[in-house]
């Protein structure tokens, strides 16, 4: 339950910072380099809570800053909308405030107990320190944070997690400083503040595969094939193979996937064979020449690559297919609208390394299926089989020259009459 209100005068000032929904954990990870092991794909939404044990200051201090301060990585896009200040037992509602447009209020018992700006990809938050105060006694209700994140393209992958960092500045003592009530300063470096930092790592991976003929040496690499990755089965990428004939997924949570061919490649037939592939941070492999993998996306579906939609578009910002599962087709209507792959930059890998310890190579996080998919050419007949092919030839032709036999036999009986 939220926002216990008594606040022991021998604790100190920290704050905590959870995950609360939106990751899954991935198992691969060591607990020497993160005992959460938190993973999520592109397109997810993370929920996150701060948890703030509150400083207590004496009535007569000047210096009572509670001031909070959020920062994400490139590749966390913050949904500032989603900002929520919660106390139990007690409504708080947010206006806009009077003297600047950008500062969102929350207000609490008709008093503002916080202030909020956004900023670059994060937020300022700045509590009004005295309307948090209870009774005389000096007892404070103790507020959490929540707000939402999206995992976009620029995330990293691999050992490199993505981060989401909230530190926690207040007054070291409290009869001097400066008293930060307005979200728009900055209270980094003050010597007269103290600091508590915690932060949440999520980490994204990419899956590879190589397109090839048939021929059992030397096969030949074939651009233009077309494949959908699945998971429980949902469609979650699209994507092209390329010259070299590779392929490589945008950002994926660890777990197993399915690789299946949609469309061959000019002049072959389509494998429709299902080839399982699991993205983990355990065992990884670098793809040394390669580009980004991102996508244009499109709400009309005319205008994208092959049709298939592929996620949905809230605010021109992609989320996953499932993200809007449990909500209403009515509310879904209203809000969100189905995401087409418009235009897609399909890396240029050409040379792959298995790395079995991703922690010796940085670029590791690219997990590549462990066999080429071959295809037939269209003129070629199929191998499997191929004796029982060739008896069902030789058998087919002996019925049609026995058929032969008696009908020309037949003509020679009816001219003899």
Same mark, same amino acid.
């Given at each position: 339950?939220?926002?216990? &209100?008594?606040?022991?005068?021998?604790?100190?000032?920290?704050?905590?910072?959870?995950?609360t929904?939106?990751?899954?954990?991935?198992?691969?990870?060591?607990?020497t380099?993160?005992?959460e092991?938190?993973?999520?794909?592109?397109?997810?939404?993370i929920?996150?809570?701060?948890?703030p044990?509150?400083?207590?200051y004496?009535v007569?201090?000047?210096?009572?800053?509670?001031?909070?301060?959020?920062?994400?990585?490139?590749?966390?896009?913050?949904?500032?909308?989603?900002l929520?200040?919660?106390?139990?037992d007690?409504?708080?509602?947010t206006?806009?405030?009077t003297?600047?447009?950008?500062?969102?209020?929350?207000?609490?018992?008709n008093?503002?107990?916080?202030?909020?700006?956004?900023?670059?990809?994060g937020?300022?938050?700045?509590?009004q320190y005295?309307?948090?105060?209870i009774?005389?006694?000096?007892?404070?209700?103790?507020p &959490?944070?929540?707000?939402?994140a999206?995992?976009?393209?620029?995330?990293?992958?691999?050992?490199?997690?993505n981060?989401?960092?909230?530190?926690?500045?207040?007054?070291?003592?409290?009869?001097?400083?400066?008293?930060?009530?307005?979200?728009?300063?900055?209270?980094?470096?003050?010597?007269?503040?103290?600091?508590?930092?915690?932060? *949440? *790592?999520v980490y994204?991976?990419?899956?590879?595969?190589?397109?090839?003929?048939?021929?059992t040496?030397?096969?030949?690499?074939?651009?233009?094939?077309?494949?959908?990755i699945?998971?429980?089965?949902?469609?979650?990428?699209?994507v092209?193979?390329?010259?070299?004939?590779?392929?490589?997924s945008t950002?994926?949570?660890?777990?197993?996937?399915?690789? *299946?061919?949609?469309a061959?490649?000019?002049?072959? &037939?389509?494998?429709?064979r299902?080839?399982?592939i699991t993205?983990?941070?355990a065992t990884a492999?670098?793809?040394?020449?390669g580009?980004?993998t991102?996508c244009?996306?499109?709400?009309?579906?005319?205008?994208?690559?092959?049709?298939?939609?592929?996620g949905?578009?809230?605010?021109?910002?992609?989320?996953?297919?499932?993200?809007?599962?449990?909500?209403?087709?009515?509310?879904?209507?209203?809000?969100v609208?189905?995401?087409y792959?418009k235009?897609?930059?399909?890396s240029?890998?050409?040379?792959?390394?298995?790395v079995?310890?991703?922690?010796?190579?940085?670029?590791?996080?690219?997990?590549?299926?462990d066999?080429?998919i071959?295809?037939?050419k269209?003129?070629?007949?199929?191998s499997?089989?191929?004796?029982?092919t060739?008896?069902?030839?030789?058998?087919g032709c002996?019925?049609?020259?026995?058929?032969a036999?008696f009908?020309f036999?037949?003509?020679?009986?009816?001219?003899?009459?």
């Amino acid at each position: 339950m939220y926002g216990a &209100t008594a606040v022991a005068k021998s604790t100190s000032p920290d704050i905590r910072k959870e995950i609360t929904g939106g990751t899954e954990e991935d198992t691969t990870i060591p607990d020497t380099v993160d005992k959460e092991k938190r993973t999520a794909s592109v397109g997810d939404k993370i929920d996150f809570a701060l948890t703030p044990t509150v400083p207590r200051y004496p009535v007569e201090a000047i210096n009572k800053t509670f001031f909070i301060a959020d920062t994400m990585d490139t590749g966390l896009t913050f949904d500032y909308s989603t900002l929520t200040v919660a106390i139990s037992d007690k409504e708080i509602t947010t206006r806009t405030a009077t003297d600047d447009n950008k500062v969102t209020e929350f207000v609490m018992d008709n008093r503002v107990i916080a202030k909020s700006v956004e900023t670059t990809n994060g937020f300022k938050l700045a509590f009004q320190y005295e309307n948090l105060v209870i009774d005389e006694k000096g007892e404070v209700y103790v507020p &959490t944070i929540s707000y939402s994140a999206i995992v976009n393209q620029d995330a990293t992958f691999g050992k490199v997690p993505n981060t989401n960092d909230v530190v926690l500045y207040y007054a070291n003592q409290s009869n001097q400083g400066h008293e930060y009530k307005n979200p728009n300063e900055d209270p980094q470096g003050d010597k007269d503040l103290s600091e508590k930092r915690d932060e *949440k *790592k999520v980490y994204t991976y990419r899956l590879a595969f190589l397109k090839t003929d048939d021929a059992t040496e030397n096969p030949k690499p074939l651009a233009g094939a077309i494949f959908g990755i699945y998971k429980d089965g949902n469609l979650v990428d699209v994507v092209t193979t390329n010259d070299k004939g590779f392929a490589e997924s945008t950002l994926v949570k660890a777990g197993t996937y399915i690789v *299946k061919e949609l469309a061959a490649p000019d002049g072959y &037939t389509l494998n429709t064979r299902e080839y399982p592939i699991t993205a983990t941070w355990a065992t990884a492999t670098t793809v040394v020449t390669g580009e980004a993998t991102k996508c244009t996306y499109t709400s009309v579906a005319s205008e994208s690559l092959d049709g298939v939609q592929v996620g949905w578009l809230k605010n021109n910002q992609f989320y996953a297919m499932d993200e809007f599962t449990n909500e209403s087709p009515e509310v879904v209507k209203k809000t969100v609208v189905p995401a087409y792959v418009k235009q897609k930059e399909t890396s240029r890998s050409e040379n792959v390394t298995v790395v079995t310890n991703p922690e010796a190579d940085a670029n590791a996080g690219v997990s590549m299926l462990d066999v080429n998919i071959p295809n037939t050419k269209l003129t070629s007949l199929p191998s499997t089989g191929g004796m029982g092919t060739m008896i069902f030839t030789v058998a087919g032709c002996l019925i049609m020259i026995v058929a032969a036999g008696f009908y020309f036999s037949g003509r020679k009986k009816t001219a003899a009459k």
